[in-house]
Structure formats: structure tokens, C-alpha cells
């Protein structure tokens, strides 16, 4: 059974440009969540994706935006990238519940803005 | 608001000892819990061990526990007969009952010496 699984791995960007970020759930799970982990810090939640809509979202600007699609995989978007969008990118994936000990974090996408 | 807090940027231990790594947390909301993740160099946040604000006894799983004082509102986490397999970044995160937005602490690093 597959877990959570992340596409690219790594990517680098050039700043203003957009990107996209990708996530396939455990299976069996319904919900996609994306969180940011800058370096040296803990992630930090974006939003939650749920029946294809966002259900809650963290404190991170418009630019940053997403998508769930009919098999409950997932996308984040970053439009406009800054230096400071430079991190590792994280899906954690689970069953429609609250934030619980279900959720599964994929390896991540660690994104470098130059 | 919830805050977690990670005193201890990086811990040294010999392999089969045992070393506690520290957690404070503050928060308003009477229901709660408290989470345990290691992170490998691979990026992966790999759920250990939980506790529930409500639970009267400190948890378990394998060679971890959770030493939670309420009143100090603190949850250390403790792993027993450390391996070289230990070592990584760990990370507690608590969550409000009924939220989908967890906080995570900065971070403790683990460096477990044969």
C-alpha cells in the first residue's frame, strides 16, 4: 500500500515565477493538508482540501492556492514566488477527520526560489 | 492562540541510553492534544506518540513515552535504549479538539552516538 506520495522531490525556481506542487493521499484517505517548513523551523499549516474544496486555510497569502481533484489528490500552487517561498513543502493526508494521529505526511518537495 | 516551544535546538546521546526531549505548550482551550513526529534527513514527518488533554495516564508506544504534566503544560517526550536509527529531527505539535490546524515547536535535533 502506498503512503503519501510527493511530486517533484526537488525543485528550484527563479523568483516571480508560479509553481506546482503535487500530492497523491494514502489510500483510503479523502483529505489532502499542505503545510510549509521553512528551514529550521516546524511546518506550518496552508490550507485543507476536502471534497475537492478548501475547508480551513493558515495564515498564507492568495498566491498561495490549491486544487483537489475527483481522486482526492491534490495540487498547491505559488504564484509570484518569493525568495522567502523558499522551503520544504509537505502533504499529509487522512480521512476526513480533525487534525488526529490519521494523518500521514508524504517526503515533501523541497522548493529553492533564486 | 496555541504555542509550542522547543528549548533545546540539538541533544547528544550515547547509543542504549535513554534522553528526554523537552516540550512546553500554551494554549486556552480545555480539549486538546499533544503529538510526537520524527523527521528523518528523507523530510518525512513520521507520526510516535499522543496525548489527550483528558487522558489520566501518560502514553506509550514502544521505546517512547510522553511524560505530560498538565499543570506545567508540558509534554516531554522520552525515548528509552537509544538506537543510531534515532537520530533525526523531533518535532511536538499540538492540536485544539475539533480543529484541523495542529502548531508545531521549531524542532529538536537528535544525534545518537554508537
Known amino acids: 500500500d502506498a503512503g503519501v506520495t510527493q511530486s517533484p522531490t526537488h525543485l528550484i525556481k527563479t523568483r516571480g515565477q508560479q509553481v506546482t506542487l503535487r500530492c497523491s493521499p494514502k489510500?483510503?484517505?479523502?483529505?489532502v493538508s499542505w503545510y510549509q517548513q521553512a528551514l529550521g523551523q516546524g511546518p506550518q499549516f496552508i490550507f485543507q482540501?476536502?471534497?475537492?474544496?478548501?475547508?480551513q486555510r493558515g495564515n498564507f497569502p492568495d498566491r498561495f492556492s490549491g486544487h483537489q481533484f475527483p481522486n482526492y489528490s491534490s495540487e498547491l500552487n505559488v504564484n509570484a514566488l518569493l525568495l522567502g517561498d523558499s522551503a520544504l513543502y509537505l502533504c499529509?493526508?487522512?480521512?476526513?477527520?480533525?487534525?488526529?494521529?490519521?494523518?500521514?505526511f508524504g517526503q515533501g518537495t523541497r522548493l529553492t526560489v533564486v | 492562540a496555541q504555542k509550542i516551544t522547543q528549548t533545546q535546538p540539538g541533544m547528544f546521546v550515547q547509543e542504549k541510553e535513554a534522553v528526554t526531549l523537552d516540550c512546553t505548550y500554551d494554549?486556552?482551550?480545555?480539549?486538546?492534544?499533544l503529538f510526537w513526529y520524527k523527521q528523518p534527513s528523507s523530510g518525512e514527518m513520521i507520526f510516535l506518540i499522543y496525548q489527550g488533554s483528558y487522558d489520566q495516564q501518560n502514553a506509550t508506544e514502544g521505546r517512547y513515552s510522553l511524560n505530560f504534566q498538565k499543570a506545567r503544560k508540558s509534554a516531554n517526550l522520552v525515548i528509552s535504549a537509544s538506537q543510531l536509527g534515532d537520530s533525526a529531527m523531533y518535532f511536538c505539535a499540538m492540536s485544539p479538539g475539533g480543529s484541523y490546524i495542529p502548531t508545531f515547536g521549531r524542532g529538536t535535533s537528535l544525534i545518537v552516538h554508537p
Open positions: 489510500s483510503g484517505h479523502d483529505t
Open positions: 499529509a493526508s487522512s480521512s476526513g477527520t480533525y487534525f488526529s494521529t490519521e494523518a500521514f
Open positions: 482540501y476536502y471534497e475537492e474544496e478548501e475547508r
Open positions: 494554549t486556552s482551550d480545555p480539549s486538546y492534544g
